[in-house]
């Protein structure tokens, strides 16, 4: 067995140390942040020559960030971008208490992964592109504190910043769509559960939710790209099985946590550039949820960006356009 | 508690390896495997064969045993980790009479992983700190199935070769627990002659 050891250690050593690769042109780097109970990768990649670097803010919650590069690489020719995987989410790894998984606590992860990137990365602007799920995290982020000084501004894609407002356009687009589509066991659903601020602490959303899908809300899934499905098992550094084990994590967070979300008052206190980006077909967060953030925004002039063709990922459906237009907000 | 009962089940796997003598000395084999979640995954896995129960069936030559297989598996996950797994396996295995191989095992692994990547740890005064080899420990139950073919029944080399799937479910994980799989494929050489 001692014989081994020097084996190991060397199989460790090289395999820590081998790709990493960070010079004043390219980096190819991994970083951990290690927070209450969490060990949340940090995958630097793509050109530092701008000094401008992209931290993309993935969804779910639960969802992963390093898979969705397969979309987002052609960012890393120009700038660089971090792919962050937030607590109990992804490649994310360590023994975490489930009461953690708060707006609070993801918002002061962010806190620690924007410093620490600032820190590794001096010298460099900090843009959020923020997806979905992400994107009320970034919201929790940029209105907490002073900490939007800490970033140069944020591209939100399909994501709100309260959770009674998406429920409310959610409906409306149910409700719309059922009736354009002739589905009237569903129209009759939608009528009979109207939402108030009095009944979201008790409103059964996933069945909405489900009634949402049911009509097309969402129809593009990522499992469906042969390339992506691929990349996903074999080229990155995701761990495979993992997406598997983490939505039981956040029953909790569904049935009582993501009804108390609501940032609708802090928005007027944003200040750096915002551009909304939005898929106009879809139904997850229908897109009157960004002319509602536009409309809160009234200390910057936000940007809206329509992606004709996409429904709640613009980065999969238009990808070409979706790189062209990061690159347009961040130059 | 969980703790208690794996280190207790892994000491008495050791106790059986060394209070029972092998049934046949030579039966011994060393283990030397390709061991990954995938090809992209790779890493290498030794293991010890020490048969505990070995019986040959007249009638049509098969033979049946029960192993005690302690292994060591590392392997390097890129840009994610590198983890090594120490397995005490329990293995009943069923070779047939033109050299066939089956077999079925369990093991309470051991998993330390190491984060392959530099790790920050938010200190009291909200900085970081640089924290070396960082990683962590869990338990890993594991059940294997597999193939192989011994060699020396018709083409008299003393070798074999086999192929498994490791199912494997790490704990903790996160909040909770995280199914592993593991492709095992490898050759089997006996410590002596046969």
């Known amino acids: 067995m001692k014989t081994l050891y020097p084996y190991l250690l060397f199989l460790v050593a090289v395999s820590l140390f081998s790709c990493e690769k960070d010079d004043a042109t390219t980096t190819d780097r991994t970083l951990y942040l290690r927070h209450k109970g969490a060990d949340m990768p940090i995958w630097v990649r793509g050109n530092r020559t701008a000094n401008k670097l992209v931290l993309f803010l993935h969804g779910g919650p639960g969802d992963c960030a390093m898979c969705y590069r397969h979309y987002l690489k052609g960012l890393e020719n120009d700038i660089a971008v971090a792919y962050w995987d937030q607590r109990i989410a992804g490649s994310s790894s360590g023994k975490v208490d489930v009461k953690t998984l708060t707006y609070e606590q ?57 959770t009674y407002r998406w429920l409310v356009q959610m409906r409306e687009w149910v409700l719309r769509e059922a009736r354009q589509q002739k589905n009237t066991e569903i129209e009759k659903y939608v009528e009979a559960h109207p939402i108030t601020a009095e009944n979201l602490g008790t409103y059964e959303w996933p069945e909405l939710y489900k009634r949402m899908l049911d009509l097309n809300g969402n129809p593009v899934s990522i499992y469906d790209d042969k390339k992506f499905v691929l990349n996903y098992l074999f080229a990155s550094p995701n761990t495979a099985l993992a997406q598997f084990s983490h939505p039981k994590a956040y029953t909790e967070y569904g049935e009582t946590t993501i009804r108390g979300y609501d940032r609708s008052a802090f928005l007027k206190n944003i200040q750096i550039p915002v551009a909304l980006f939005w898929g106009k077909k879809d139904g997850v967060v229908p897109i009157e949820i960004g002319q509602e953030t536009r409309d809160l925004l009234t200390k910057t002039a936000p940007s809206f960006v329509t992606f004709e063709q996409s429904y709640h990922e613009p980065f999969m459906t238009e990808t070409d356009r979706f790189v062209s237009e990061v690159l347009k907000f961040v130059r | 508690m969980k703790r208690s009962f794996y280190v207790i089940s892994g000491l008495l796997a050791l106790a059986v390896l ?167 494929c490898g050759i089997r050489k006996p410590l002596k002659n046969k």
């Not at chain 1, 990137?117 to 919201?139: C, D, M």
């Open chain 1, 106 to 162: 993801f918002g002061e992860d962010a806190y620690y992964v924007v410093k620490l990137l600032k820190e590794q990365y001096p010298n460099t602007r900090i843009y959020l592109v923020a997806h979905s799920f992400g994107v009320e995290l970034a919201w929790q982020f940029l209105t907490t504190n002073d900490n939007q000084k800490l970033v140069s501004g944020l591209i939100a894609v399909n994501g709100t910043f309260s």
């Open chain 2, 18 to 184: 060394l209070i029972l003598p092998a049934p046949e000395a030579t039966a011994q084999q060393l283990r030397v495997a390709y061991f990954g979640e995938t090809v992209t995954h790779y890493g290498l896995k030794v293991a010890y064969e020490h048969p505990l129960i070995s019986r040959t069936i007249t009638r049509n030559s098969a033979r049946k045993e029960f192993l005690f297989t302690p292994g060591l598996a590392v392997y390097n996950h890129p840009d994610n980790h590198v983890g090594v797994i120490v397995s005490p396996e329990l293995a009943y295995q069923r070779s047939g009479r033109r050299g066939g191989v089956f077999e079925v095992s369990l093991s309470n692994s051991y998993f330390r992983y190491f984060l392959a990547g530099q790790t920050f740890e938010v200190d009291e005064t909200g900085g970081f700190r640089r924290v070396r080899m960082a990683g962590r420990g869990a338990y890993l139950p594991t059940v294997s199935v597999g193939f192989g073919q011994d060699l020396s029944i018709r083409k008299n080399r003393s070798l074999a070769w086999y192929a498994r799937l490791n199912l494997m479910q790490q704990r903790p994980y996160n909040a909770s627990t995280l199914m592993r799989f593991g492709i095992e």
